[in-house]
């Protein structure tokens, strides 16, 4: 399985962006019943859980970002999204996807997002 983040960049405080994250080597079935979501690592700071969408659709967020990101996903297309508004110069780190199926991890190369104030 491999994923393939895109959708990073730089923008200002307030601003939006919406990532995206396609998987490929997984069949259908697999990608409908997989746990996916969003992590970033802050310069200094440990890997952290943003987002998370379960196989039912049920979603959770961090605290600090609850109200602003919404996760979702399309399983026809195999992509998973996050997006992100009223972004905040906290929110600068490199963004990772995941997805949780078949007992494993699977992992994207990260993608920079770069809030200024």
């Known amino acids: 399985v491999q994923l393939q983040a895109s959708g990073g960049g730089s923008v200002q405080a307030g601003g939006s962006l919406k990532l995206s994250c396609k998987a490929s080597g997984i069949i259908l079935s697999s990608f409908w019943s997989a746990r996916m979501g969003w992590y970033r690592q802050a310069p200094g700071k440990q890997?952290?859980?943003?987002?998370?969408?379960?196989?039912?659709?049920?979603?959770n967020y961090q605290d600090s970002v609850k109200g602003r990101f919404t996760i979702s996903k399309d399983n026809a297309k195999r992509m998973h999204y996050l997006q992100m508004n009223s972004l905040e110069p906290e929110d600068t780190a490199v963004y990772y996807c995941n997805v949780g199926a078949n007992s494993r991890d699977y992992w994207g190369k990260g993608t920079l997002v770069t809030v200024s104030s």
């Open positions: 890997r952290e859980l943003v987002a998370e969408i379960r196989s039912g659709g049920s979603s």
